[in-house]
């Protein structure tokens, strides 16, 4: 993605460069290498202040943005924003500046971050429809861990794709805390309830629990009521599951179906888009979950399911199950005309693979794949985007 954002900035004035995604995933990383690669001068600020920040802070970092820039002359200056969607109603100001600026000829090139994904698509949809250009940044992926800190499968399985965590993982508890107090409760009470109207807060804690402990399964928003100690209805977990898929915590995978409706009413199957947010809270150790059968079943599910969130390109390949009475398919990639199916076992052999078998007869074209077992081996399969599968 470093490569990918030098090669923007490197063009002339275009569009504003948005990277968007989870906290800790490496965005102000990815502007801060791409930045010493391009020409003129750079202008990094964050609006992640506990004290606050607002639109008079934004101009006044926009206005050295743009001195910059003219004393650089033809090559310009590069603004970076941090934590941009901080400051209330920051898309209609940008549009202002930007517009200025544009109709100014001024060679100013802008980099917004965001760490809560939809407040700040929502921002760009509603004040800059035709100025940007997002990139999303997701979960580290296996074969980034494995690149950077030499990580195996297993450990990755368990410990997930958070790479500022890497160094901790031999001391449980410091894991444990980083995972679940820095990650999690500032993504909830920062990137979610601060930014979002919530009516429940501590229901939305209670489901974001609930939705870890049931990663890689099916289940029935009525189910989820009735697990719940704080009341809601469905329509309201509905949304608050929305807003943690936004957020880059738990994903609400809808059932395939050729009608929209039914895919939208359906009950959705929960899946955690870190392997970490499984792990930490579940009180067990690499070496115990490898030794369970049920626990790894459900961290490969959720390794493969979430890696496929991730890698997917938003709605550029859309991320589905499958299910009719009693056979169902654990994943379903579907691109275009392209539909794939996919059952995901965790070593245990399966001879009998009916749904497999249900799902192209019901859909004609499609094809399916068996990751682990007898089939793609698990560390190949999380080696490839997801548009690997569907090509």
Not at 159 to 170: I, S
Not at 321 to 344: A, C, F, T
Request: hydrophobic share 40%; charged share 25%.
């Amino acid at each position: 993605m470093v490569d990918l954002l030098v090669e923007r900035l490197a063009e002339p004035r275009r569009f504003i460069q948005v990277l968007a995604g989870p906290r800790q995933v490496g965005k102000t990383t990815i502007a801060r290498q791409a930045t010493q690669q391009v020409r003129g001068p750079v202008h990094v600020a964050s609006a992640d202040d506990p004290s606050g920040r607002d639109l008079a802070w934004l101009r006044a970092q926009w206005t050295i943005g743009r001195t910059m820039a003219r004393d650089a002359g033809e090559d310009g200056a590069v603004l970076v924003l941090d934590e941009v969607q901080k400051i209330p109603d920051w898309a209609s100001l940008v549009k202002l500046l930007w517009d200025e600026d544009s109709a100014s000829e001024l060679s100013l090139r802008t980099v917004l971050l965001g760490s809560a994904p939809l407040v700040v698509q929502r921002g760009l949809g509603e004040s800059l429809a035709g100025r940007f250009e997002l990139i999303r940044v997701p979960h580290w992926s296996f074969s980034e861990m494995r690149a950077a800190f030499s990580w195996d499968l297993d450990r990755y399985m368990f410990f997930g794709g958070y790479p500022g965590a890497a160094d901790l993982v031999d001391d449980r508890r410091r894991w444990f805390a980083y995972i679940m107090e820095s990650l999690v409760e500032t993504t909830l009470s920062r990137d979610i309830l601060l930014l979002t109207r919530i009516d429940k807060p501590a229901l939305l804690r209670q489901l974001f629990q609930l939705a870890c402990a049931y990663s890689g399964q099916i289940v029935s928003y009525q189910k989820l009521v009735g697990q719940l100690q704080d009341a809601g209805n469905t329509t309201t977990l509905a949304h608050y599951l929305r807003l943690l898929e936004g957020a880059g915590l738990i994903a609400g995978l809808q059932k395939f179906s050729g009608s929209i409706v039914r895919r939208r009413g359906s009950s959705p199957k929960l899946v955690a888009l870190n392997a970490a947010l499984v792990s930490a809270p579940s009180g067990v150790s690499l070496r115990d979950a490898r030794t369970d059968p049920e626990m790894w079943g459900r961290l490969t599910e959720t390794a493969v399911g979430a890696h496929l969130v991730n890698s997917g390109g938003g709605d550029e390949i859309k991320v589905s199950y499958w299910r009719d009475r009693n056979r169902e398919v654990d994943l379903v990639l579907h691109s275009g005309s392209r539909v794939v199916g996919l059952e995901v076992t965790s070593g245990r052999r399966k001879d009998a693979l009916p749904g497999l078998r249900a799902f192209t007869e019901r859909f004609e074209g499609a094809t399916t794949l068996l990751v682990g077992g007898q089939g793609i081996p698990v560390q190949e399969f999380l080696s490839q985007p997801a548009r690997h599968w569907v090509a």
